[in-house]
């Protein structure tokens, strides 16, 4: 019997690697219904997401009624400063947007982990600007001891369909095997780059899948299948990172997902909007209880800073790590720092809002702000996102239980 017992743990040990050996190599990973560092104390995350950097959202723009995704930006930037300017614009605001200094002030006043919304886009064999970008912020967060989650935000073909995936309109991704296979190799691109680097925690997998309308929810039976497949990718080449899996109807359903399939996997949910109750998050508590893992609140916020206080206090009554959506936004008290908005950018956005096709090209030109102006408007742009420019926002620094800064 003592054999059998032997036997059966070494069988187990090759069918799944040992905690201890992800703790030996000095990697974050989970332990039961928590997230233990290397030494095996357990981690409590407590993050912001660097939204609006490598996957830009019209709304922190205050284009409200106007360009919301990546792409809609790009078109309205290239009609007003033509595309050459324009992508040197984006790229300059890309080098500018998160910095040392940023990383430096998030660890000061309190926060252990950041996570970073990527566009595939940046990680293909043909771009590599998005790698030479993580670098750096890794880097910089090993130095202020923040650690790093990698989020796909934006996945080939799009995961929703919406603004927030860069996506064309409809979530592709569900009907495509050539881009659900480009979604797998671009995760083993990433997870081989980033295999040894135990600054880095984790990697969520898809930002929000399938929206909850209801002409799409047919697809929910498709997204297990798929993180299957980015995991068993991901394990060719990196055996130590957590995997974060994240629910159907913008990682609210978790009634998609069976048994976890990895041992090292902690399921994400998001919520916004809602009374901060218990019975706003007891759905996923039932999952945490029925399968013994670990579960992170991925993104919330949003919201003044009552909510976001009450809901944060919930969250670790019940032992739930966070990561509060965004770091930085123009021209708002919902997010650690904000930035001014730029000279003349009412006219820019009057101009984003009034925009009509090129049939009427006529009144489209005669309605553009004048040129010196644009210009103004992004050089300010690119001014006032600096961190030395921007302005904390102490009353949600404070309901977040963190330091506020004088």
Known sequence: MKLFRISLLAALCVLSPSLSAHAANGFVHTEGTHLVDAQGHTLHLRGTSLGNWLVREGYMFHFDKGPQSSREIDDLTNELMRPEASENLWREYRDRYITRADIQFLAKVGYNSIRIPID??????????GFTL???????????GLYVIIDMHAAPCGQTGTNIDNSSGYPWLWESSECQQQTVDIWKRIAEHYHDSPIVLGYDLLNEPIPHFPSLQMYNSR???LYRRIVAGIREVDTHHVVILGGSQWDTNFSVFGPPFD???????HKYWMPPEQAAIQPYIDFRDKYHVPLWLGES??????????????????????CFWPYKKMDSASSPVTFRRPRYWDEIVAFAQARAGLGDAEKQIARRPPMDHIRAAFDDLLENIRFENCTSNNGYLKALGLAPTT
């Open 120 to 129: 595939y886009r940046f990680f293909t064999p043909e771009n590599s600007e």
């Open 134 to 144: 993580l670098d750096r912020v890794t880097g910089w967060s090993k130095e202020s």
């Open 223 to 225: 997204l297990e299948p």
């Open 301 to 322: 916020g949003e919201n003044n800073d009552a909510w976001v206080a009450q809901f944060r206090q919930l969250l670790e009554k019940n032992q739930i790590d966070w």
């Open 263 to 269: 041992s090292n996997a902690v399921y994400t949910f």
